[in-house]
């Protein structure tokens, strides 16, 4: 998330009562978790296992509960707690909104645009010209629709990613989602899809791509140009879907994969593995189809390979 205006080291650490190294007016532009983070973002660590990760991230601010050396262009911010520090600061700068009309004022609709009744349009929305957007649709704050895009009944645009912290005494508390989704141009989603807005960055829809009915994309995945996603398709958070792959009804891909340029995926696959581009998959655990077709051919013939074996005793 990007922060309009920027604050500064002091202004944060004031607002959380923290301590912190480095220049007082040191520039913070953005909000990010780890997975996401830029030049100018602030981000959180709170296990020794990742202090390394954070501390020589893109990030240049650092939150972090242990007293340790500065990195050379970047402020550190020491609390007890980061993720309630970070939580807290996400929450100031994309506080929640609600909104009590079927669309916010403070949207932005394009010319020759439907909206038919019952959608709901949520604040700082931004959507192109000549879209259509059926009845029941809700599109999230924050969201960004181009040009010529079709929406589905009762589809969900920027839901909040699925993404929680366990803590020591072994309950989850909820990492805010302050990302958005952005749907290119001549973008059709079916009925009944739901796309996850990112945790801290942006879910992602590529030019031309078409969805089919009850699709699921979880956070800051990202879809390229030209793909085919079948009914059912279940994509997991921080995936890669990359230019003209088709998704056929059913597949699941596990999450932080990535699925090459131009691969396909067969009905009911189940992806635990990057994809290379190009190739096609199927079964479960999804692998080559020609390999997958060979090994149903010898499971067919483990029987009478059985009988034959059998019978020689």
């Known amino acids: 998330?990007?922060?309009?205006?920027?604050?500064?080291?002091?202004?944060?650490?004031?607002?959380?009562?923290?301590?912190?190294?480095?220049?007082?007016?040191f520039i913070i532009s953005g909000i990010n978790e780890i997975h996401k983070v830029k030049s100018g973002d602030l981000t959180y660590v709170d296990h020794p296992k990742y202090y390394n990760k954070a501390l020589h991230s893109k990030a240049t601010t650092i939150i972090i509960n242990k007293k340790v050396e500065c990195p050379q262009g970047k402020a550190l911010i020491?609390?007890?707690?980061?993720f309630e520090a970070y939580?807290?600061?996400?929450?100031?700068?994309?506080?929640?909104?609600?909104?009590?009309?079927?669309?916010?004022?403070?949207a932005k609709i394009g010319e020759g645009t439907i909206i038919q009744p019952g959608a709901f349009i949520g604040n700082y929305v931004t959507i192109g010209n000549n879209c259509i957007i059926h009845s029941n649709v809700s599109i999230y704050d924050h969201c960004i629709i181009g040009n010529n895009v079709v929406i589905g009944a009762n589809t969900v645009i920027g839901g909040d990613a699925y993404y929680f912290k366990k803590q020591a005494d072994g309950h989850y508390d909820k990492m805010v989602s302050c990302g958005r989704v952005i749907i290119d141009?001549?973008?059709?989603?079916?009925?009944?899809?739901?796309?996850?807005?990112?945790?801290?960055?942006?879910?992602?829809v590529g030019r031309g791509t078409k969805f089919d009915n009850h699709v699921q994309i979880g956070h800051d995945t990202v879809i390229g140009k030209n793909?085919?996603?079948?009914?059912?398709?279940?994509?997991?958070?921080?995936?890669?879907?990359?230019?003209?792959?088709?998704?056929?009804?059913?597949?699941?891909?596990?999450?932080?994969?990535?699925?090459?340029?131009?691969?396909?995926?067969?009905a009911l696959s189940a992806v635990d593995k990057d994809v290379p581009p190009y190739k096609t998959y199927w079964g479960i655990p999804?692998?080559?189809?020609?390999?997958?077709?060979?090994?149903?051919?010898?499971?067919?013939?483990?029987p009478e390979i059985y009988n034959k074996l059998y019978n020689q005793d």
């Open 1 to 25: 998330m990007k922060l309009n205006p920027t604050t500064t080291l002091k202004e944060v650490c004031a607002f959380i009562g923290a301590e912190y190294e480095g220049n007082p007016d």
């Open 78 to 82: 020491f609390t007890d707690k980061p």
């Open 87 to 106: 939580i807290a600061l996400v929450n100031k700068y994309r506080p929640f909104e609600s909104c009590p009309v079927s669309v916010s004022p403070k």
């Open 185 to 204: 141009d001549h973008v059709e989603i079916g009925c009944l899809c739901t796309i996850d807005k990112g945790v801290s960055g942006d879910t992602t």
């Open 227 to 266: 793909c085919l996603i079948g009914n059912g398709v279940m994509i997991a958070g921080v995936s890669t879907v990359e230019d003209d792959v088709i998704l056929w009804a059913g597949v699941v891909v596990q999450k932080d994969l990535v699925i090459g340029k131009g691969a396909v995926l067969l």
């Open 286 to 302: 999804a692998d080559n189809k020609i390999k997958k077709w060979r090994e149903m051919a010898l499971i067919r013939k483990l």
